[in-house]
Nanobody, 120 residues
Framework: QVQLVESGGGLVQAGGSLRLSCAAS????MAWFRQVEGEEREFVAA??????ITYYADSVKGRFTISRVQTSVYLQIHSLKPEDTATYYC???????????????????WGQGTQVIVSS
């Protein structure tokens, strides 16, 4: 398993920006998910271990950017909307050969989550 620690959440006004960070204990592909209480965890974005390949949910393309520097992964969010309010989780896949899986079941390591609240 990979140890993951997120940071960077907070309260932001709609239209603002935020950068979430996730520090991993080793180099691996990583992803961001988000979850609203009472709803299923939703895939947001992912990045390959070397940062070359990125994946995005259609709902966030153009506003979210995933990037990494070695074992730290970042999620830059622009033009925040109230519907972006959620707890954001960093995750690492079970497989060493990540090819874009988006189901939470494909990820074996999870951070504790960081809350993002967007006020209108």
């Amino acid at each position: 398993q990979v140890q993951l620690v997120e940071s960077g959440g907070g309260l932001v006004q709609a239209g603002g920006s935020l950068r979430l960070s996730c520090a991993a204990s080793r180099l691996t592909a990583m992803a961001w998910f988000r979850q609203v209480e009472g709803e299923e965890r939703e895939f947001v974005a992912a990045i390959s271990w070397n940062g070359v390949i990125t994946y995005y949910a259609d709902s966030v393309k153009g506003r979210f950017t995933i990037s990494r520097v070695q074992t730290s992964v970042y999620l830059q969010i622009h033009s925040l909307k109230p519907e972006d309010t959620a707890t954001y989780y960093c995750a690492a896949p079970e497989s060493l050969y990540y090819t874009g899986a988006r189901s939470p079941a494909d990820f074996g390591s999870w951070g504790q989550g960081t809350q993002v609240i967007v006020s209108s």
